[in-house]
Antibody, heavy 123, light 107 residues
Framework: EVRLVESGGGLVQPGGSLRLSCATSGFTFSTYWMTWVRQAPGKGLEWLANIKEDGSRIRYVDSLKGRLTVSRDNAKNSLFLQMNSLTAEDTAVYYC????????????????WGQGTLVTVSS | DIQMTQSPSSLSASVGDRLTITCRASQSISNFLNWYQQKPGKAPKLLIFAASSLQSGVPSRFSGSGSGTDFTLTISSLQPEDFATYYCQQSYVTPITFGQGTRLEIK
């Protein structure tokens, strides 16, 4: 069974930073792009970043460039997200997901998703 | 950035109804369009990928169609477990973008 489990969420002070982890199992992690998506309370889905199988290419949403760093450890089947200078607007559930594609330059989709981890930015 | 616009934003329907949700892209995205279902407190779940391919395990009452800029998700006969929020997503180009969601409620 493919599983993704996020951790590291919690209460963070404004101006602080967070580091989230996504532990995966049930598939060959090193052969998939991975992604992070967040969802503010009562709001829609916001894509944050994709990272290539070997970590050599990372694509970020422009609005968070400079504050967001995504990385992976293929030896540990894990994905990471670090975000700095947090504000209340970063309060959200953060999801990791596997990116599935038929072939390069072909349609791709996110499946499955982890259960999410809630980050609350507040003093 | 490619804007994804879903309509309606919300709707009420009854068990057994047939309904269609529309998603429009601000520019052509070929068939790089996916649909997800999200229930309260849960992660999104993939329903349809590449505009019209049904994800394994998803009931056949769900179907998707479209290409270019206009896409639809159809549920042929609503079941109680289908009441949820539905999102379209384009994966044609980064930034990947989602529609604002369609909340489906029981009438």
């Amino acid at each position: 069974e493919v599983r993704l489990v996020e951790s590291g969420g919690g209460l963070v002070q404004p101006g602080g930073s967070l580091r989230l982890s996504c532990a995966t199992s049930g598939f060959t992690f090193s052969t998939y792009w991975m992604t992070w998506v967040r969802q503010a309370p009562g709001k829609g889905l916001e894509w944050l970043a994709n990272i290539k199988e070997d970590g050599s290419r990372i694509r970020y949403v422009d609005s968070l460039k400079g504050r967001l760093t995504v990385s992976r450890d293929n030896a540990k089947n894990s994905l990471f997200l670090q975000m700095n200078s947090l504000t209340a607007e970063d309060t959200a559930v953060y999801y990791c997901a596997r990116v599935v594609e038929i072939a390069s330059a072909a349609p791709n989709w996110f499946d499955p998703w982890g259960q999410g981890t809630l980050v609350t930015v507040s003093s | 950035d490619i804007q994804m616009t879903q309509s309606p934003s919300s709707l009420s329907a009854s068990v057994g109804d047939r309904l269609t949700i529309t998603c429009r892209a601000s520019q052509s995205i070929s068939n790089f369009l996916n649909w997800y279902q999200q229930k309260p407190g849960k992660a999104p779940k993939l329903l349809i990928f590449a505009a019209s391919s049904l994800q394994s395990g998803v009931p056949s009452r769900f179907s998707g169609s479209g290409s270019g800029t206009d896409f639809t998700l159809t549920i042929s006969s609503l079941q109680p477990e289908d009441f949820a929020t539905y999102y379209c997503q384009q994966s044609y180009v980064t930034p990947i973008t989602f529609g604002q969601g369609t909340r489906l409620e029981i009438k």
